[in-house]
């Protein structure tokens, strides 16, 4: 009977249950996620249906579409090569190796009428287990170098998946047939190295969508559409925000407005730590390798670090390179890095760490809360950088707080204060929190791990707020959680964190005297609630589409003179509102009107004071509202001093 249940596969016992519907897209076994086509585990309980309609079939749904855009791919250019082909958030990808040329729209909608045919001849999908052998035998057949690469480093059992002729090195899951996809299509081309690497061939992926019903997908196109819009790298260069030089690749420049927006970011955080009683640090830029060596960064972070050396430095590597000639490249680099003494920091905890063992610590002194807004460099691969997202400098509104185990839970209260103080100043609504738990391989003992995983949950639970656990995906050094946040066009965003870890005090030695004269070790909370300032500047950009809140904007009010008979007076208006502490341009070119007017619409300035002859003679401003698009008329100067005034605090500081 084992044996039997053995061969059965999820397809098997749906239809003798009688549970099996043309609408199943795969089968959840004692809770994990299957296709039909898998062989059931010994010893199985319970095998229920996922209709095509449930979240957890569009990943498999979007993999199968994946495969079929491969196959069409291959029937259209032959001696394509693939690579990698997964499901993703919002859509699925794949990348090839075309070697007679790059893809292009027209090739996008060649590739989709052929994947409607492909999808038309309903072909199931077949799962088969393959010996490495075997599967080294199939691809070197098709000539499918990267798959043959990828094959090397795979573990455990291997598995194929057909449909029709076409054949994947995969581990699946697929749907039951290429007919289950009702909804493809392809959206975009771009870059891709071979693994992320830049020093690996580069190839060109080619990304798409795909849901259950054309429904779903007309509304995710129109989203796509809006994000178009909103993208930052379009908004930011429209709007006077970002540059960006290739003397300075994947290093944002902040233009004057740009550095208007950031400087307030920062000044808006500076007064949350004045609130939450952080002190702020200022550490150094650049250390000593043995700095790296003692947290763990050379020996696991190296390639994502930049080293900095002095021409002394380089002349003793020199010397030694002449004097002994390495073997090969490999030793020739290792003398090389020996030789660098310097590295620039990557993040700032081991700098508060430095901070935190300079003095004798007392159990009187903790908790203790250290910020740092330090310039951070990653060296990120050209392949993976884009926009401000990913970039290779940027600041962090980072803190790290030193406490006792005890101390943990309430640390953690007052910080989920603190990141949900600033998310609803900044108009995010819709927060989903993840406790991320202890992986397999860790440091610290289970008792510790007990403790503060618990600590984590009890702060969480405190406050009323739901959470989900991510098992297994919490740091080596501590648990940790995350929040998501979704924005205007609601797409998810991972911001703010807060970890827990036992690590770094255990290799800097850290330690305090407690109440029983004992030295103990601290926990180190790491913190963080925008993250990266330059990610967070390019989530709210999208997330407003340009349009800065009042007390963000780089202008709050920008003056347009009907003509330049106007002008002196606007300068001294001008004047007025500056003096009292408003953000003012003013345009006195010889523009006409509705020209300055498309101008300030196009910066999204929130206010525009018109100025004419009228306006002069009884000192006020015409004031219009990008917001509201109301005209309000005439209004004094000193009326319009005091409307913006009062909209000109974060909404927080509004209501106090």
């Known amino acids: 009977m084992d044996s039997e249940r053995q061969r059965k596969t999820a397809r098997d016992a749906m239809e003798e249950a009688g549970a099996l519907s043309p609408r199943v897209a795969a089968a959840r076994v004692d809770g994990a996620v299957v296709d039909l086509h898998t062989p059931l585990p010994e010893g199985f309980a319970t095998v229920e249906p996922i209709d095509a309609s449930h979240p957890d079939a569009l990943a498999i749904i979007r993999h199968s579409s994946a495969h079929v855009m491969a196959d069409a791919v291959q029937r259209l250019f032959p001696g394509t090569k693939v690579a990698f082909g997964p499901a993703i958030e919002g859509g699925f990808y794949y990348d090839y190796d075309r070697p007679d040329g790059k893809f292009n729209d027209e090739d996008l909608r060649a590739i989709e009428a052929k994947m409607a045919e492909i999808i038309e001849a309903d072909s199931p999908f077949r799962r088969e287990e393959v010996s490495r052998e075997q599967a080294r035998e199939i691809l070197s057949e098709l000539g499918e170098t990267y798959k043959l690469e990828h094959l090397e480093r795979l573990a455990g059992p291997i598995s194929v998946y057909r449909h029709g002729e076409w054949v994947d090195l995969c581990e699946g899951p697929h749907v039951p047939s ?47 559409e809006e994000a178009k819009k909103r993208d930052h790298r379009k908004l930011g260069k429209e709007l006077n925000l970002i540059g960006f030089h290739p003397l300075a690749p994947a290093s944002p420049f902040f233009l004057p407005r740009g550095a208007a927006v950031y400087n307030r970011l920062v000044d808006y955080v500076r007064e949350l730590y004045r609130q939450y009683d952080y002190d702020e640090v200022i550490t150094p830029q650049i250390f000593d390798d043995e700095l790296f060596h003692t947290s763990g960064h050379l020996p696991a972070y190296a390639e994502n670090m930049f080293l900095a050396a002095t021409v002394e430095d380089l002349e003793k590597v020199s010397a030694s390179l002449v004097k002994e000639p390495p073997q090969d490249a490999a030793a020739c680099r290792d003398r090389l890095v020996s030789g660098i003494r310097y590295g620039v920091k990557p993040m700032n905890c081991p700098s508060h760490c430095l901070i935190f063992g300079m003095t004798r610590r007392s159990y009187r002194e903790l908790p203790l809360r250290m910020a740092d807004f330090g310039r951070l460099h990653r060296y990120e691969r050209s392949g993976v950088v884009q926009g401000l997202t990913r970039v290779r400098t940027f600041s962090q509104d980072d803190g790290h707080i030193f406490c006792t185990l005890d101390q943990m839970e309430e640390e953690i209260g007052e910080f989920l204060d603190l990141v949900f103080h600033a998310y609803r100043d900044f108009g995010f609504t819709d927060a989903r929190i993840v406790i991320a738990t202890r992986p397999e391989e860790r440091l610290g003992a289970d008792d510790v791990w007990d403790k503060s995983e618990a600590a984590l949950e009890q702060a969480v639970r405190s406050k009323g707020l739901e959470y989900e656990i991510a098992e297994g995906e919490g740091a080596f050094y501590g648990p940790k959680i995350e929040f998501h946040l979704r924005d205007a066009i609601g797409r998810p965003w991972q911001l703010g964190t807060i970890q827990a870890d036992f690590n770094l005090p255990e290799r800097f030695n850290l330690t305090y005297i407690a109440e029983d004269n004992q030295t103990h070790r601290p926990v180190l909370l790491h913190r963080a609630i925008l993250g990266s300032v330059e990610r967070f500047f390019a989530v709210l950009i999208e997330h407003v589409g340009g349009a800065f809140p009042m007390w963000l904007a780089p202008e709050q009010i920008t003056l347009l003179t009907v003509s330049e008979k106007f002008n002196e007076y606007a300068k001294s208006v001008e004047q007025e509102l500056v003096d009292a502490g408003l953000r003012v341009t003013t345009n006195l070119s010889g523009d006409k009107l509705g020209a300055k007017i498309r101008s300030a619409r196009l910066l999204r300035v929130p206010y525009l004071g018109i100025i004419g002859g009228r306006e002069m003679e009884e000192h006020g401003i015409a004031l219009r509202s990008r917001d509201t698009q109301e005209d309000f008329g005439l209004i004094s100067v000193q009326n319009v001093i005091d409307r913006l005034k009062a909209e000109a605090l974060p909404p927080s500081a509004r209501m106090s």
């Not at 891709?192 to 060109?204: C, K």
Request: charged fraction near 25%.
């Open 178 to 224: 290429t007919r289950f996809l009702k909804a493809v299509k392809l959206t975009s081309v771009a870059g891709a190295y071979w693994r992320g690497d830049e020093r690996n061939p580069m190839l060109q992926r080619i990304y798409g969508t795909a849901f259950s019903s054309e429904k779903a997908l007309r509304a995710h196109l129109k989203s796509l």
